[in-house]
């Protein structure tokens, strides 16, 4: 149950016209949440991608993607480094159908395509090992919030002058967290972030631009930064140029076929546990097989071998920072303030 704050410090207003103020102001954000997360089943755009992160070369791509519920098809094209000797690989697709994510990358200035295809987790880890991402972009298209959040009886909800309304509450005596609605974007969360509550600035925030197609709300664009000790040390940003919601999509585009196997191709499963590699052979006899899922296609190849040099190391560094403040984030479900992604697995050089 929400609680209503009042500051007249921050030249914030209320709504006298309810005796439940803050649950009101509540209601009023959860529904938006629900019905961005329910109206959007599917889409189809394009874009611009960049990412910044302490220690790594700054990242530029143009994106296509199509999605249809926990099912997506992304295609990247790196313009930092397209003609890095170390780094030969210029393009990727990524290929997931909720059972596992799968990445292939492609030298297209040589003609060259890598032999190998990776297969992650699916959801958010799995975009971060293949995409860089480190947001779904399907899940991120339809917001930032879990609307389950508002449950929270700590919750302080307030509307300020300019129509916003902005809940803060306490994750636990050393972390906060916070979000604010816009009534231009339907109401639906523009800001959210948690940081310390004490010393250096340590944590995170993240900004979304709505736009609406039709009755459909949807995220146009979105940042995400990351301090540590008072340091900007991360920053990703995504942002549409076209986007269609709810537009008609072929099966195909979640399928093996989608990642143009060839009889060479070797398959690198690099989930959590022992690392297997599979050879596809004809990649017409594996999609006879109709399984119900892309990893079980995958799965009832037989194991080639393990290959000892793919298994993970640190990408960031050795250590995860992980805390409690992402817990406004419909994507993840729990508020963070940092995390140092894993050392990227080697994928015969692409990136």
Same mark, same amino acid.
């Given at each position: 149950m929400c609680v209503l704050a009042v500051s007249?410090? $921050?030249g914030l207003v209320l709504d006298d016209k309810s005796t439940d103020r803050g649950e009101g102001l509540c209601e009023i954000v959860r529904q938006a949440a629900v019905a961005s997360q329910k109206n959007l089943r599917s889409g189809k755009g394009r874009g611009v991608y960049h990412r910044r992160a302490k220690g790594e070369p700054p990242g530029q791509f143009t994106f296509e993607i199509a999605f249809d519920g926990d099912k997506f098809n992304l295609k990247m094209l790196d313009l930092a480094h397209p003609r890095a000797q170390e780094r030969p690989f210029d393009r990727r697709i990524v290929v997931?159908? !909720? &059972?596992?994510? /799968?990445?292939?990358?492609? =030298?297209?200035?040589v003609g060259l395509g890598s032999r190998t295809v990776y297969?992650? &987790? &699916?959801? $958010?880890?799995? *975009? @971060? &090992? =293949?995409?860089? $991402?480190p947001m779904d972009p399907a899940r991120a298209s339809r917001g930032l919030y879990n609307p389950t959040l508002l449950e929270n009886p700590s919750i302080r909800v307030v509307r300020r002058a300019d129509g916003r309304v902005r809940g803060e509450y306490d994750v636990n005596k050393f972390l906060g967290a916070m979000f604010e609605a816009s009534p231009?974007?339907?109401? @639906? *969360?523009?800001?959210?972030? !948690? /940081? @310390?509550k004490e010393g250096s600035r340590t944590g995170s925030r993240y900004?979304?631009? +709505? %736009?609406?197609?039709?009755? *459909?709300w949807y995220v146009q664009s979105w940042t995400q930064e990351h301090w540590m000790r008072g340091e900007n040390d991360e920053r990703y940003e995504l942002r549409y140029d076209e986007f269609v919601a709810n537009p008609r999509l072929s099966p195909d585009l979640f399928t093996l076929q989608a990642l143009e196997l060839g009889a060479d191709t070797v398959v690198a499963d690099v989930r959590p546990g022992p690392t297997k590699v599979y050879n596809v052979g004809d990649?017409? %006899?594996?999609?006879? %097989? %109709?399984?119900?899922t892309m990893a079980a296609q995958i799965e009832s190849l037989p194991v080639r071998g393990k290959i000892k040099e793919l298994e993970p190391g640190s990408r960031f560094g050795a250590w995860l920072w992980a805390i409690n403040? #992402?817990?406004?984030?419909? #994507? =993840? !479900? #729990? +508020?963070?303030? /940092? +995390?140092?992604h894993r050392k990227r697995l080697a994928r015969g050089g692409p990136f």
């Amino acid at each position: 149950m929400c609680v209503l704050a009042v500051s007249l410090a $921050m030249g914030l207003v209320l709504d006298d016209k309810s005796t439940d103020r803050g649950e009101g102001l509540c209601e009023i954000v959860r529904q938006a949440a629900v019905a961005s997360q329910k109206n959007l089943r599917s889409g189809k755009g394009r874009g611009v991608y960049h990412r910044r992160a302490k220690g790594e070369p700054p990242g530029q791509f143009t994106f296509e993607i199509a999605f249809d519920g926990d099912k997506f098809n992304l295609k990247m094209l790196d313009l930092a480094h397209p003609r890095a000797q170390e780094r030969p690989f210029d393009r990727r697709i990524v290929v997931s159908d !909720g &059972s596992a994510t /799968f990445l292939r990358s492609y =030298a297209d200035r040589v003609g060259l395509g890598s032999r190998t295809v990776y297969v992650y &987790s &699916s959801g $958010m880890s799995g *975009v @971060n &090992s =293949a995409a860089d $991402m480190p947001m779904d972009p399907a899940r991120a298209s339809r917001g930032l919030y879990n609307p389950t959040l508002l449950e929270n009886p700590s919750i302080r909800v307030v509307r300020r002058a300019d129509g916003r309304v902005r809940g803060e509450y306490d994750v636990n005596k050393f972390l906060g967290a916070m979000f604010e609605a816009s009534p231009e974007s339907g109401y @639906n *969360v523009v800001l959210a972030g !948690g /940081f @310390n509550k004490e010393g250096s600035r340590t944590g995170s925030r993240y900004t979304a631009e +709505w %736009k609406r197609d039709g009755d *459909v709300w949807y995220v146009q664009s979105w940042t995400q930064e990351h301090w540590m000790r008072g340091e900007n040390d991360e920053r990703y940003e995504l942002r549409y140029d076209e986007f269609v919601a709810n537009p008609r999509l072929s099966p195909d585009l979640f399928t093996l076929q989608a990642l143009e196997l060839g009889a060479d191709t070797v398959v690198a499963d690099v989930r959590p546990g022992p690392t297997k590699v599979y050879n596809v052979g004809d990649p017409r %006899k594996l999609a006879e %097989k %109709k399984l119900d899922t892309m990893a079980a296609q995958i799965e009832s190849l037989p194991v080639r071998g393990k290959i000892k040099e793919l298994e993970p190391g640190s990408r960031f560094g050795a250590w995860l920072w992980a805390i409690n403040v #992402i817990a406004v984030l419909a #994507i =993840a !479900g #729990i +508020w963070y303030a /940092f +995390w140092r992604h894993r050392k990227r697995l080697a994928r015969g050089g692409p990136f």
